[in-house]
Protein backbone atom coordinates (compact mmCIF):
# COMPACT_ATOMS: atom_id res chain seq x y z
CA UNK A 1 0.00 0.00 0.00
CA UNK A 2 2.84 2.19 0.89
CA UNK A 3 4.61 1.71 -2.46
CA UNK A 4 1.32 2.71 -4.44
CA UNK A 5 0.89 6.07 -2.10
CA UNK A 6 4.58 7.08 -2.85
CA UNK A 7 4.21 5.83 -6.52
CA UNK A 8 1.04 8.54 -7.14
CA UNK A 9 3.40 11.81 -6.13
CA UNK A 10 5.76 10.74 -8.71
CA UNK A 11 3.20 10.31 -11.53
CA UNK A 12 2.00 13.96 -10.53
CA UNK A 13 5.66 15.13 -10.83
CA UNK A 14 5.89 13.94 -14.38
CA UNK A 15 3.13 15.47 -15.67
CA UNK A 16 3.67 18.79 -14.24
CA UNK A 17 7.14 18.33 -16.12
CA UNK A 18 5.66 17.41 -19.48
CA UNK A 19 2.95 20.35 -19.09
CA UNK A 20 5.96 22.69 -18.06
CA UNK A 21 7.17 21.48 -21.58
CA UNK A 22 4.34 21.67 -23.64
CA UNK A 23 3.45 25.13 -22.36
CA UNK A 24 6.54 26.62 -24.36
CA UNK A 25 5.37 24.66 -27.64
CA UNK A 26 3.90 26.46 -30.12
CA UNK A 27 0.01 25.74 -31.26
CA UNK A 28 1.54 24.00 -35.00
CA UNK A 29 4.11 22.07 -32.90
CA UNK A 30 0.70 20.54 -30.53
CA UNK A 31 -0.97 19.72 -33.48
CA UNK A 32 1.71 17.84 -34.51
CA UNK A 33 2.64 15.94 -31.79
CA UNK A 34 -1.76 14.99 -31.12
CA UNK A 35 -1.35 13.81 -34.96
CA UNK A 36 2.19 11.56 -34.09
CA UNK A 37 0.49 10.52 -30.61
CA UNK A 38 -2.87 10.05 -31.17
CA UNK A 39 -5.56 12.34 -29.48
CA UNK A 40 -6.65 9.66 -27.17
CA UNK A 41 -2.74 9.32 -25.56
CA UNK A 42 -2.39 12.64 -26.25
CA UNK A 43 -5.45 14.01 -23.97
CA UNK A 44 -4.33 11.01 -21.15
CA UNK A 45 -0.82 12.47 -21.25
CA UNK A 46 -2.46 15.97 -20.68
CA UNK A 47 -5.34 15.79 -18.90
CA UNK A 48 -5.08 12.43 -17.60
CA UNK A 49 -6.66 9.27 -17.90
CA UNK A 50 -10.40 9.51 -18.26
CA UNK A 51 -12.57 8.22 -15.46
CA UNK A 52 -14.90 5.40 -16.37
CA UNK A 53 -18.12 5.21 -15.40
CA UNK A 54 -19.59 2.09 -14.11
CA UNK A 55 -22.60 0.98 -15.69
CA UNK A 56 -25.07 -1.12 -13.11
CA UNK A 57 -26.97 -3.06 -14.96
CA UNK A 58 -30.29 -3.84 -14.35
CA UNK A 59 -31.10 -7.40 -12.08
CA UNK A 60 -34.30 -9.55 -11.97
CA UNK A 61 -35.24 -11.47 -9.07
CA UNK A 62 -36.85 -14.07 -12.03
CA UNK A 63 -36.22 -13.86 -15.55
CA UNK A 64 -39.91 -13.98 -16.42
CA UNK A 65 -40.77 -10.42 -14.32
CA UNK A 66 -40.30 -6.95 -16.01
CA UNK A 67 -37.15 -5.16 -15.21
CA UNK A 68 -37.84 -2.22 -12.86
CA UNK A 69 -36.43 1.09 -14.04
CA UNK A 70 -35.56 3.48 -11.76
CA UNK A 71 -37.89 6.81 -12.07
CA UNK A 72 -34.58 9.07 -11.56
CA UNK A 73 -33.48 8.14 -14.78
CA UNK A 74 -33.77 10.12 -17.99
CA UNK A 75 -35.26 8.94 -20.86
CA UNK A 76 -32.42 8.60 -22.80
CA UNK A 77 -30.89 6.62 -20.74
CA UNK A 78 -33.69 4.02 -20.08
CA UNK A 79 -33.24 3.50 -24.10
CA UNK A 80 -29.24 2.55 -23.60
CA UNK A 81 -29.94 0.34 -20.34
CA UNK A 82 -32.56 -1.58 -22.33
CA UNK A 83 -30.54 -1.73 -25.19
CA UNK A 84 -32.81 0.09 -27.79
CA UNK A 85 -32.43 2.95 -29.76
CA UNK A 86 -33.01 6.59 -28.13
CA UNK A 87 -36.48 7.63 -28.28
CA UNK A 88 -36.91 10.74 -30.99
CA UNK A 89 -38.72 13.81 -29.73
CA UNK A 90 -41.54 14.49 -32.26
CA UNK A 91 -41.23 18.58 -32.86
CA UNK A 92 -45.06 19.79 -32.78
CA UNK A 93 -46.03 21.56 -35.95
CA UNK A 94 -48.13 24.61 -35.43
CA UNK A 95 -49.75 25.02 -38.63
CA UNK A 96 -50.14 29.19 -40.20
CA UNK A 97 -52.47 30.80 -42.14
CA UNK A 98 -50.83 33.67 -44.05
CA UNK A 99 -54.05 35.60 -43.73
CA UNK A 100 -53.79 36.42 -40.25
CA UNK A 101 -50.55 36.20 -39.36
CA UNK A 102 -48.57 39.36 -38.83
CA UNK A 103 -45.10 38.17 -40.21
CA UNK A 104 -46.49 37.55 -43.71
CA UNK A 105 -46.92 41.43 -44.14
CA UNK A 106 -50.41 43.24 -45.37
CA UNK A 107 -52.71 42.48 -47.85
CA UNK A 108 -51.93 44.31 -51.00
CA UNK A 109 -53.92 44.32 -54.02
CA UNK A 110 -51.91 45.78 -56.71
CA UNK A 111 -48.51 43.44 -55.25
CA UNK A 112 -51.27 40.52 -55.44
CA UNK A 113 -52.34 41.64 -59.02
CA UNK A 114 -48.67 42.21 -60.25
CA UNK A 115 -47.43 38.75 -59.02
CA UNK A 116 -50.05 36.64 -59.93
CA UNK A 117 -50.62 38.08 -63.29
CA UNK A 118 -49.51 34.70 -65.17
CA UNK A 119 -52.86 33.20 -63.94
CA UNK A 120 -55.10 34.54 -66.47
CA UNK A 121 -52.49 33.53 -69.63
CA UNK A 122 -52.88 30.00 -67.58
CA UNK A 123 -56.44 30.10 -67.75
CA UNK A 124 -56.32 31.06 -71.67
CA UNK A 125 -53.94 28.48 -72.22
CA UNK A 126 -56.76 25.58 -70.46
CA UNK A 127 -59.69 27.23 -72.24
CA UNK A 128 -57.61 26.80 -76.05
CA UNK A 129 -56.81 23.52 -75.10
CA UNK A 130 -60.42 22.68 -73.23
CA UNK A 131 -62.15 23.67 -76.90
CA UNK A 132 -59.86 21.62 -78.67
CA UNK A 133 -60.95 18.19 -76.53
CA UNK A 134 -63.95 19.59 -77.10
CA UNK A 135 -64.07 18.97 -80.77
CA UNK A 136 -62.33 15.34 -80.47
CA UNK A 137 -64.60 14.42 -77.60
CA UNK A 138 -67.54 11.87 -78.07
CA UNK A 139 -68.38 10.80 -74.70
CA UNK A 140 -71.36 13.85 -74.10
CA UNK A 141 -70.77 13.28 -70.22
CA UNK A 142 -67.12 14.55 -70.17
CA UNK A 143 -68.73 17.37 -72.98
CA UNK A 144 -70.67 18.93 -70.15
CA UNK A 145 -68.02 18.61 -67.78
CA UNK A 146 -65.86 20.61 -70.67
CA UNK A 147 -68.44 22.97 -71.35
CA UNK A 148 -69.40 23.62 -67.72
CA UNK A 149 -65.08 24.66 -67.37
CA UNK A 150 -64.67 26.97 -70.57
CA UNK A 151 -68.03 28.74 -69.12
CA UNK A 152 -66.57 28.99 -66.16
CA UNK A 153 -63.07 30.34 -67.28
CA UNK A 154 -64.95 32.84 -69.49
CA UNK A 155 -66.42 34.06 -66.39
CA UNK A 156 -63.11 34.12 -64.41
CA UNK A 157 -61.83 36.18 -67.38
CA UNK A 158 -64.53 38.34 -67.16
CA UNK A 159 -64.92 39.05 -63.91
CA UNK A 160 -60.92 39.86 -63.70
CA UNK A 161 -61.68 42.46 -66.81
CA UNK A 162 -64.57 43.90 -64.63
CA UNK A 163 -62.21 44.18 -61.69
CA UNK A 164 -59.25 45.43 -63.68
CA UNK A 165 -62.09 48.41 -65.33
CA UNK A 166 -63.08 49.21 -61.96
CA UNK A 167 -59.92 49.98 -60.47
CA UNK A 168 -58.74 51.90 -63.08
CA UNK A 169 -61.50 53.81 -62.15
CA UNK A 170 -61.04 54.53 -58.84
CA UNK A 171 -57.42 55.41 -59.49
CA UNK A 172 -58.16 58.09 -62.05
CA UNK A 173 -60.71 59.41 -59.83
CA UNK A 174 -58.35 59.38 -57.24
CA UNK A 175 -55.67 61.17 -59.79
CA UNK A 176 -58.24 63.55 -60.57
CA UNK A 177 -58.64 64.76 -56.80
CA UNK A 178 -54.50 65.27 -56.36
CA UNK A 179 -54.70 67.00 -59.10
CA UNK A 180 -57.98 69.29 -58.46
CA UNK A 181 -55.89 69.88 -54.90
CA UNK A 182 -52.70 70.84 -56.45
CA UNK A 183 -54.47 73.47 -58.37
CA UNK A 184 -55.83 74.84 -55.32
CA UNK A 185 -59.18 74.11 -56.21
CA UNK A 186 -62.11 72.01 -54.12
CA UNK A 187 -62.12 68.50 -55.30
CA UNK A 188 -65.55 66.76 -56.11
CA UNK A 189 -66.17 63.72 -54.32
CA UNK A 190 -69.06 61.65 -56.23
CA UNK A 191 -72.36 60.37 -54.47
CA UNK A 192 -72.65 56.38 -54.03
CA UNK A 193 -75.87 57.04 -55.91
CA UNK A 194 -73.97 58.85 -58.84
CA UNK A 195 -71.19 56.83 -58.99
CA UNK A 196 -74.32 53.79 -59.25
CA UNK A 197 -75.99 55.59 -62.19
CA UNK A 198 -72.88 55.89 -64.18
CA UNK A 199 -71.90 52.02 -63.35
CA UNK A 200 -75.83 51.24 -64.83
CA UNK A 201 -75.03 53.84 -67.90
CA UNK A 202 -71.45 52.33 -68.83
CA UNK A 203 -73.33 48.73 -68.40
CA UNK A 204 -76.28 49.43 -70.51
CA UNK A 205 -73.91 51.05 -73.14
CA UNK A 206 -71.88 47.89 -73.13
CA UNK A 207 -74.90 45.22 -73.74
CA UNK A 208 -76.07 47.68 -76.80
CA UNK A 209 -72.73 47.07 -77.92
CA UNK A 210 -72.87 43.18 -77.51
CA UNK A 211 -76.42 43.33 -78.89
CA UNK A 212 -77.49 41.71 -75.53
CA UNK A 213 -79.87 44.58 -74.59
CA UNK A 214 -82.99 42.21 -75.61
CA UNK A 215 -81.79 39.15 -73.28
CA UNK A 216 -80.73 41.15 -70.52
CA UNK A 217 -84.15 43.39 -70.32
CA UNK A 218 -86.31 39.78 -70.93
CA UNK A 219 -84.20 38.28 -67.60
CA UNK A 220 -84.68 41.46 -65.64
CA UNK A 221 -88.55 41.71 -66.10
CA UNK A 222 -88.74 37.86 -65.56
CA UNK A 223 -87.01 38.85 -61.86
CA UNK A 224 -89.00 41.75 -61.40
CA UNK A 225 -92.31 40.04 -62.27
CA UNK A 226 -91.62 36.66 -60.37
CA UNK A 227 -90.51 39.26 -57.38
CA UNK A 228 -93.82 41.18 -57.54
CA UNK A 229 -95.62 37.54 -57.09
CA UNK A 230 -93.81 36.47 -54.14
CA UNK A 231 -94.79 40.16 -53.19
CA UNK A 232 -98.71 39.99 -53.70
CA UNK A 233 -98.72 36.50 -52.26
CA UNK A 234 -96.89 37.25 -49.33
CA UNK A 235 -99.50 40.15 -48.89
CA UNK A 236 -102.27 38.35 -49.66
CA UNK A 237 -101.16 35.96 -47.12
CA UNK A 238 -100.64 38.33 -44.73
CA UNK A 239 -104.09 39.49 -45.03
CA UNK A 240 -105.77 36.27 -44.72
CA UNK A 241 -103.74 35.41 -41.38
CA UNK A 242 -104.96 38.96 -40.03
CA UNK A 243 -108.33 38.44 -40.48
CA UNK A 244 -108.11 34.74 -39.27
CA UNK A 245 -108.51 32.45 -41.95
CA UNK A 246 -104.95 31.28 -41.86
CA UNK A 247 -103.34 30.43 -38.45
Known sequence: MSDGREHIPDIFEERAVIREKISTLSFEDLLKMKEDLGSKLYNETIFGPSKKIKQTGLKR??????????????????????????????????????????????????????????????????????????????????????????QRIDNQIREEIKRDAEHGKKFEEKQNIRDQLKK????????????????????????????????????????????????ILNEDLRRLKRDGFVT
Do not use: M, W
Open 61 to 150: ENKNRPREISSKIRRKQIGKELNTKDIAVVKKVLPRDPRFDPLCGQYDDNIFKRNYKFVNDIRKDEKKQLEKELKSCTNTERKKTIKFLI
Open 184 to 231: GEKPVFKKKSVKKLEGLIERFEELKKTNKLRKHIERKSKKLTSRDRKK
